[in-house]
């Protein structure tokens, strides 16, 4: 397949570019600048040079691929609304190039507060709430309903793996800032988790499955408890790894406290996929992974 891939230069969609070229399909990668477009002809792909908000570039890119992945998104969150709109309407004109065609759109998602008390299902449905900005989900399900091959991947809080500028990283980071490695209250939360290799597999597969669900869970392990991941990362600082309050995480204290296991038990049956790499906790056992933290 020849497929259009957004965030093709990211930490996601990189790994997702390399496992489709390496299968030998052909991606066109949006690309912002010059650099980040040398990585992606480096890799086998090709350039189409552009942002989310040239929405022409988007429709045109769309409109001559076999298949779309939306894996960008802007997580500045000093402008989070800003990104969540820009994110939306993105969405939208790559759907809208697709209409009246059987070519598949996926689009990336998350799984923070799907649910209460159990790990989050494939069948649980997206949030709606007002004060829930990102609407990526809804976005594809509404394009669904016009008929557009639309489906969701959730992906887990920590796509992790060496080399990782995520949510752990910000851990790293704070524990270093302050000299503890924290956990919010009793620290048992728990936070799903997926090698980034492990989710590059699955995009591939649910493309090559023809895309027969509406929802997918990229989710290796279905929750760590936070304060496992704060006791592993203090070990490896040589830290204290202690519980704080919600003033310690200043501006993350929502995302340090939130409840996001999930299981992928549907995924995983109709895929046939085997998540193969290793889990977070080992992972984080790993020296080179506080390098740039």
């Given amino acids: 397949m020849h497929v259009f891939l957004t965030g093709a230069t990211g930490w996601v969609g990189a790994k997702v570019a390399a496992e489709l070229i390496a299968a030998g399909h052909q991606v066109s990668g949006l690309a912002r600048s010059a650099d980040k477009a040398q990585a992606l002809l480096a890799a086998g792909g090709q350039v189409v040079s552009g942002t989310l908000d040239d929405h022409s570039v988007l429709f045109d890119a769309a409109s001559r691929a076999d298949a779309v992945i939306h894996t960008a998104f802007n997580h500045d969150f000093s402008r989070f609304a800003e990104n969540c709109q820009q994110d939306r309407r993105a969405i939208e004109v790559m759907g809208e190039a697709l209409l009246g065609s059987e070519r598949p759109l996926l689009v990336t998602s998350g799984l923070a507060r799907l649910v209460q008390g159990r790990p989050a299902t494939e069948q649980d449905k997206p949030v709606s709430a007002p004060d829930y900005l990102r609407r990526s989900e809804l976005a594809a399900l509404a394009l669904a309903e016009k008929g557009v091959r639309a489906a969701s991947v959730r992906l887990a809080p920590t796509v992790h793996g060496v080399g990782d500028h995520g949510f752990i990283p910000i851990l790293i980071a704070l524990a270093k800032k302050t000299g503890v490695s924290a956990w919010p209250g ?108």
Avoid: C, K
């Avoid at 989710?199 to 649910?206: D, F, S």
């Fill in 186 to 293: 009793e620290g048992n939360n728990r936070w799903a988790a997926v090698h980034r290799s492990d989710a590059a597999t699955l995009y591939r597969l649910v493309l090559e499955s023809g895309v027969t669900e509406t929802v997918y869970h990229a989710v290796a392990e279905e929750g760590i408890a936070m304060r496992e991941i704060a006791i592993a990362i203090g070990n490896m600082l040589g830290l204290p790894a202690e519980s704080r309050s919600a003033d310690h995480f200043g501006w993350f204290a929502t995302f340090a406290a939130a409840e996001m296991s999930a299981s992928s038990e549907r995924t995983r049956e109709v895929l046939d996929w085997h998540p193969a790499q290793r889990d977070l906790l080992t992972d984080l056992a790993d020296a080179a992974y506080y390098a740039n933290s």
